[in-house]
């Protein structure tokens, strides 16, 4: 059997390994909290541009994950101080340094004398570019001003830089419309040795930095795209820029302009042109809306016509725009009628009937190819069209009718003949009876018969008789 004393020893063992099993957890569990500690940032300047994996963020307030870092400039660098730290670290939820903020320089506070003065830079040759913390980097060889924007009336300011290489042409600028405010610092012909930092003071000792990085940095060579796309690209080292468009008809997707940043990279992926469409018409919910020409590309146009008996209501065609949009709305087909005819005087319309629920009505309504007859009351005549059609614009074929008095023919006595021979015979008009031979009318004197004002005949024609019967 082992020993008490054996005994003793292994349980000590035992617990010292139990003990750091338990610690071991116990900071793990610590590390896996602190790791899960995100950072936050609230209530951000407005000038403040803040860089997170190489993608600029403009917002009031993000959170960052633990033991990420990011980094922050002002908008316009030179036209705004930044003051705190430019880089932030996360670690355990906090920040590990100051969060900066942006302070306006001369250019924005009208060149008082108690701000900071501005910094901008002009490249009459080469290119650069900015970087997340602000500093501008510039390609080898290029010719770079940087302007100290301070009113000369108020004293001169001073140039000071951190590089040894060598020393830079400072002074007021040249031109009339500088010399009054532009103290220039010169850096000809950029070589990596002018690298470091540029700081301008005022003769009240406020200053405002420029850090210039001056380095070879190339993105990918652009090549010229495929029509339809048109391009302008002035080459491919930081800072140089490509200008991108679409002829008519189509529409840009993408940037219009992409710049080589510092990091050797484009702004941007080089975009595409899309040809403009506008939205398919479609008609199936309107049945008696047909299209005769349906074309939705940029310029074209879409012809409608309603089904026979109706007209349209709106646009007859509308047209695709180069915004993607047609320039009026789908018409609509109205059932086409023509209005109620007038009624002759002394006359009728003789009109079609229907049937609705085995009820007769009469149609008041008058649908295209509609029939209308008319009709005149006796001892009248129908002068004009007996029958009129309604047509598809909407009117009828011909005016109404109109009933005129007339006296009707009276028909000839046997064995004779009335003259003048007529269908129809105004008032006033007389007739005489010619008899056929061996035939003759009475021999007293006989009115002849006239036709009256109501449309009947004053008398009736006189008969003709055998003359044997005299």
Not at 39 to 64: F, N, R
Not at 210 to 237: F, K, M, T, W, Y
Not at 298 to 320: A, D, R
Request: proline share 9%.
């Amino acid at each position: 059997m082992p020993s008490d004393n054996y005994l003793e020893k292994t349980r000590a063992r035992v617990a010292v390994i139990a003990i750091t099993l338990l610690l071991l957890t116990l900071n793990i569990k610590c590390m896996d909290t602190t790791k899960s500690l995100g950072c936050k940032l609230e209530g951000l300047h407005p000038h403040l541009i803040v860089t997170y994996k190489e993608i600029a963020i403009s917002a009031d307030k993000i959170t960052v994950p633990y033991n990420e870092r990011i980094t922050m400039r002002c908008r316009e660098v030179g036209k705004y101080k930044l003051i705190g730290d430019p880089l932030l670290h996360c670690r355990n939820g906090t920040w590990n340094g100051k969060i900066p903020y942006c302070v306006p320089t001369t250019a924005i506070s009208n060149y008082t004398e108690n701000v900071p003065p501005t910094i901008v830079f002009g490249l009459p040759a080469g290119s650069a570019a900015v970087e997340p913390t602000g500093a501008l980097a510039v390609f080898p060889g290029s010719i770079l001003h940087l302007e100290c924007l301070f009113a000369r009336k108020l004293g001169n300011p001073e140039w000071t830089w951190t590089p040894t290489f060598r020393r830079y042409l400072t002074g007021w600028a040249i031109a009339a419309r500088e010399r009054d405010w532009k103290y220039r610092l010169s850096i000809y012909y950029a070589k990596h040795q002018d690298s470091g930092v540029y700081t301008c003071s005022t003769p009240k000792g406020l200053s405002n930095s420029i850090q210039v990085h001056v380095i070879d940095v190339q993105c990918s060579v652009l090549a010229v795209p495929e029509p339809p796309l048109i391009s302008h690209i002035e080459g491919s080292r930081i800072g140089d820029s490509a200008i991108f468009e679409c002829p008519m008809g189509y529409r840009l997707e993408g940037a219009s302009g992409i710049t080589c940043q510092y990091n050797g990279k484009w702004s941007a992926n080089v975009p595409h042109c899309e040809e403009i469409e506008c939205p398919a018409i479609d008609i199936t919910d309107n049945p008696l809306l047909s299209l005769i020409e349906h074309n939705n590309t940029y310029g074209g146009k879409v012809v409608f016509t309603c089904m026979w008996g109706h007209k349209l209501s709106g646009s007859q065609s509308i047209k695709c725009e180069g915004n993607g949009r047609w320039n009026g709305s789908m018409p609509t087909c109205l059932e086409i009628t023509c209005p109620v005819p007038e009624t002759p005087r002394s006359g009728r319309i003789i009109e079609q009937t229907r049937y609705s629920n085995k009820k007769r009505y009469r149609a008041q309504i008058y649908k295209v190819g509609a029939l209308v007859r008319f009709a005149c009351l006796p001892g009248h005549q129908l002068i004009g069209e007996a029958s009129i059609i309604c047509t598809e614009n909407g009117t009828w074929s011909h005016r109404p009718p109109v009933c005129k008095v007339r006296c009707p023919y009276p028909g000839d006595p046997p064995h004779g003949r009335i003259a003048p021979l007529k269908f129809w015979y105004k008032p006033g008009d007389n007739i005489q009876v010619t008899c056929s031979p061996g035939y003759v009318t009475p021999l007293e004197p006989v009115k002849k018969p006239s036709c009256r004002e109501n449309g009947i005949w004053s008398a009736p024609p006189p008969p003709c008789r055998s003359y044997k019967e005299v």
